[in-house]
Nanobody, 121 residues
Framework: QVQVVESGGGLVQVGGSLRLSCAASGFTFSSHAMGWFRQAPGKEREFVARISRSGGTTDYADSVKGRVTISRDNAKNTVYLQINKAKPEDTAVYYC??????????????WGPGTQVIVSS
């Protein structure tokens, strides 16, 4: 079964840092670009970042550019999202998914459980 499990979320103060992890299984991880998305209460799910199969190309939403870094370890079938200088608007449930680099659309309609990030002040 294709599966992703997000972890690493929690409570962080404004200006703090957090690293999220997404462990994938059930498919050839290294053959797929991966992305992070987030959804705040009452809002639509939005794109955060994506990374190509080998990690050579990355793309970020303007709202997080300069504060967030996406990376991957294909040997561990894991993609990461490093959040620095956290802002209250980063508060959301974060999800990962395989993506198409050409248009940014997700490759699977099945989402993992997500991991909650709360930025407090």
């Amino acid at each position: 079964q294709v599966q992703v499990v997000e972890s690493g979320g929690g409570l962080v103060q404004v200006g703090g840092s957090l690293r999220l992890s997404c462990a994938a299984s059930g498919f050839t991880f290294s053959s797929h670009a991966m992305g992070w998305f987030r959804q705040a209460p009452g809002k639509e799910r939005e794109f955060v970042a994506r990374i190509s199969r080998s990690g050579g190309t990355t793309d970020y939403a303007d709202s997080v550019k300069g504060r967030v870094t996406i990376s991957r370890d294909n040997a561990k079938n894991t993609v990461y999202l490093q959040i620095n200088k956290a802002k209250p608007e980063d508060t959301a449930v974060y999800y990962c998914n395989a993506v198409y680099m050409s248009n940014g659309m997700v490759a699977s309609l099945n989402w993992g459980p997500g991991t909650q990030v709360i930025v407090s002040s």
